[in-house]
């Protein structure tokens, strides 16, 4: 039950593409069925970047917002039907919105989404803030004393661990990861974990060192991955780059009969997939958007038993007050990885 505390904080609030403000807000108990937690860590990901740049389809956000979707925090306060012994856990959460006579969707169906789309930090607030209020049915509760630091990056964990789910994988299975950026290297980790044999292709060599520790046994540029002999190998194939023109190699690399799993949406959406090669080599397409309950619960285990590790990925952290100047350090592209802001 709401202890009724007052509290003010301090969130980050994109007004309109373009603008940006710190501000200090009321905090209000939470509503029935909902709990206050205060953030402890959020990340910022590319679609952040494109509420803030106006770029994200209308569809998908509703200005002003408090943007955040990748967050960890601890439960300070409950609402009236919520377990009091929640106060004080650590704690990760999802952010698109159920239906709520289907809150769950355990088994990753993902027609039980509305078809209204709601998420946190693009339509909701979300964890640019000191607190956010959200329904306890989205909650994934962390192990005692876990790293709310590395926690934050939970969230796109179970984005590509849906993608892990879907490849319906087995001990040895070979699979290529396209992308070295956070996700792909999210799902090195994921696979490996799994019992995978990994290879992970990027469009240069900087990242090769750090996809090794995440568990890569092979690295391969991608424009060298036709003449290495990779072309139909592969069990199955993790896209986690969302440029134009990767989605074909990345069902080229697929043995015939394998698995790609498709998770980025290029700005510019020109790709020449072949039904030819598709029809032809029955390679079996999917994509993700977003996690369903199965995916959090997978990428939540993972990051309790060691499996999985975010913090390798951070580079950067900026004091919330700063997140302008987060904005574009990401924007950059001088070598930051996973910015962190830390309310």
Not at 82 to 88: K, N, Q, R, T
Not at 219 to 234: I, M, P, R
Not at 245 to 268: C, E, F, M, S
Request: net charge negative; charged share 20%; glycine share 12%.
């Amino acid at each position: 039950m709401s202890s009724q505390t007052a509290r003010t904080g301090r969130a980050v609030r994109i007004t309109a593409p373009g603008e940006l403000e710190v501000v200090e807000v009321d905090v209000a108990a939470p509503a029935p069925g909902n709990v206050l937690v205060e953030v402890a860590w959020c990340g910022i990901c590319g679609s952040d970047r494109e509420v803030f740049g106006g770029t994200r389809p209308a569809e998908f956000v509703r200005y002003p917002v408090v943007p955040g979707h990748e967050w960890s925090g601890t439960v300070v306060e409950v609402g009236d039907g919520v377990p009091a012994e929640l106060v004080g856990r650590g704690t990760v959460g999802q952010g698109i919105r159920t239906s709520s006579t289907a809150p769950a969707s355990v088994a990753g169906d993902t027609a039980a989404w509305p078809q209204e789309y709601e998420e946190t930090g693009f339509t909701l607030p979300g964890g640019w803030a000191q607190y956010l209020e959200l329904p306890a049915r989205y909650l994934h509760l962390l192990p005692e004393g876990a790293d709310l630091r590395s926690a934050a990056g939970i969230e796109p964990a179970a984005c590509v661990a849906e993608a892990v789910l879907l490849a319906d994988l087995t001990v040895g299975s070979r699979v290529a990861v396209i992308g070295a950026g956070a996700l792909g290297l999210l799902a090195t980790q994921l696979l490996k974990g799994a019992g995978a044999e990994v290879t992970v292709v990027h469009h240069n060599t900087s990242r090769e060192e750090l996809a090794r520790r995440c568990g890569a046994a092979h690295y391969v540029l991608s424009d060298e991955a036709e003449g290495a002999g990779l072309l139909g190998t592969f069990d199955a194939v993790v896209e986690a780059a969302g440029v134009p023109g990767i989605a074909r190699l990345a069902t080229r690399l697929g043995r015939p009969g394998g698995r790609v799993v498709l998770t980025g949406i290029p700005a510019n959406d020109a790709d020449d997939l072949s039904s030819l090669e598709l029809v032809s080599r029955q390679v079996h397409v999917m994509t993700v958007f977003g996690a369903p309950t199965r995916a959090w619960a997978y990428a939540v285990r993972a990051f309790a038993l060691g499996i999985l590790d975010p913090s390798v990925i951070v580079t950067h952290e900026f004091p919330l007050e700063q997140a302008g100047a987060a904005l574009e350090e990401l924007g950059r592209r001088s070598g930051a990885l996973k910015v962190l802001l830390r309310p």
